[in-house]
């Protein structure tokens, strides 16, 4: 899947069946003016105005119900659709065309230091409710299902569900 | 159970003991807002006024943090309780009497066309965090668990439970 | 372990890393203020004012996403982290130190009158995403995983997970 080039309102309408103009992504969709907001408070965090960060993202929450630490490191055309609950913790790792849907946590266990948050690859999906704790690793177009709790590494090209979640379709390992 | 007649604030008294007032349902209660407003916001939809209607569920989402989406079908007496996180999809259709907790989807797959959300028939009760996916039907008088991820049709007076949800007492099948 | 003398502030920044400081915690933790505004509305419940005490927590809910009963009943330093979607009944009961994370409902089950909500004793923590539902009892130093749906009691030091929840490791029986 080449997505490199793609406009991100295009990868949004491929996504969103229910998305029908630009205008309307960019007044009323709650997760694309909660990453946009993320991006202007990860620039203040980077310079170390980190209050900036934090106040902004605190009202983000609020109003939008979307929880993005500043910190996290997030690519390209991130999608969180619906959004309300998504809780992404500080050492968070986001790759490029990752579709999150609502209730996602992408959280700490409380049992590590430093990088306590996970690492999410290229084109993953994560499904409304799913909880993704600890330092693991979300392999490359792997699907998690709804309400999965993963707290181990999921190989690319996998799908995994239930609670704790069982990896359905192994695929090739992650080969990076 | 008859409860045509039955107004709608005296079925709410009997489904949530915490109610004690009409004055304190209408001012306090955020899901008996969401659906009002849902209401008004289905009209502007059916004379075409989408983004009129589109704008009025954003800020009801935003503030309420209950999302319904202004073409979605609903019933009388639906009654959504505490409310956060609710998301109903698009193509939903829920029957009357219907009783839904908070963090419950009403979802799509990703996989299907057109009608792509849950059916969901008279006498239902959706249990905190459940997510219902894809364009199945749950019978009448059905009851699905909390945290329950149901993809698959359920019969009328069952009860499904579980990550992917099992039907624990299969009853009738729907007979429509 | 002994945290009677322990401020609330320290005990928030032993149990969240990502806590740097008072005034932070103070201005930006919604579930600080969450529980902050708890106790007023449950001073106005307790004196009868109890439309004040609706009020209150009505529009705790919409802006931080938390909604807390005022009738509950909750002990010292209860810490509310990330909080989006939590909901906490009338007649739950709620010790000292408990951590609990979003998307937490300590719930009913509609087949209860009277006390009808859970019981959580010390220093308890509950997972993102839990459901614990009905009159039962969580013991001392017990854990919740993620996503787990509790409807039995759980015994001290113990951890329970699943949908519904396995007690995987059983403590010593709760002793009152």
Redesign the interface.
Known sequence: MNQKRKSFFQSIKE?D??A?SIL?II??Y?GVQAVFWYRIAHFFYKINL??IA??IM?WV?????I?I?PAAKIGKRLFID?G??V?I??TTEIGDDVLI???V?L??T?KH?GK?HPTIKNNV?I???V?I?GPVTIGENSKI?????VITDVPSNSTA????AVIKENGKPVSE
């Open positions: 996504r069946p229910a029908k309307q007044l009323l709650p980190k209050f934090y106040f605190f929450r609020n109003i939008l119900n929880e630490h619906h309300t609950g809780v913790g500080e849907y609502h209730g946590t959280g700490g409380g230091q306590r999906i499904g409304a409710g909880k704790l299902g709804a309400n999965a709790v569900v239930g609670v704790p």
